[in-house]
């Protein structure tokens, strides 16, 4: 099964009944281990989570920490990108050079990487002390 295969899987099991727009990720790891999330709504908007946030906690939960590919897949008329707090999730566990696929269903596919999106990137480093 690919990335976008497992995305548009798990894409189909989110939970949105209040927007109605589903979303899935899917990432691979470096030991070729493949984990995918869903976006999951709140009445209480901001209390919900991103699919890429959910294919990262499971990521977490099956002891791996290193992404080395990652898809989302959204019903859109363009790619989608993951949002300012899924890209610095992101950028926690995958290096500056890793791929992120953005593929809408009717398969337009945007490809950046991690350093494009999310440019200037806060880590680990910033909080070393002189």
């Known amino acids: 099964m690919t990335l976008y295969d497992a995305a548009q899987k798990v894409r189909e099991h989110a939970y949105a009944p209040y927007s109605g727009f589903k979303v899935g990720a899917a990432l691979r790891t470096a030991s070729g281990a493949v984990f995918a ?4 709504e709140n009445v209480a908007y901001p209390e919900g ?3 890429e946030a959910g294919a990262i906690a499971a990521m977490c939960a099956a002891g791996e920490r290193e992404i080395v590919e990652l898809v989302v897949v959204a019903d859109s008329t363009s790619p ?9 999730k992101i950028a926690e566990f995958a290096k500056a050079d890793v791929q992120v696929a953005m593929v809408s269903l ?9 350093a494009e999106l999310l440019p200037g990137a806060f880590g680990a480093g910033h909080m070393d002390r002189a």
């Open 37 to 40: 999330g869903c976006n999951v």
């Open 49 to 51: 989570t991103c699919a």
């Open 80 to 88: 989608v990108p993951p949002c300012g707090g899924c890209r610095q």
């Open 106 to 114: 009717d398969g337009v596919r945007h490809v950046v990487t991690v």
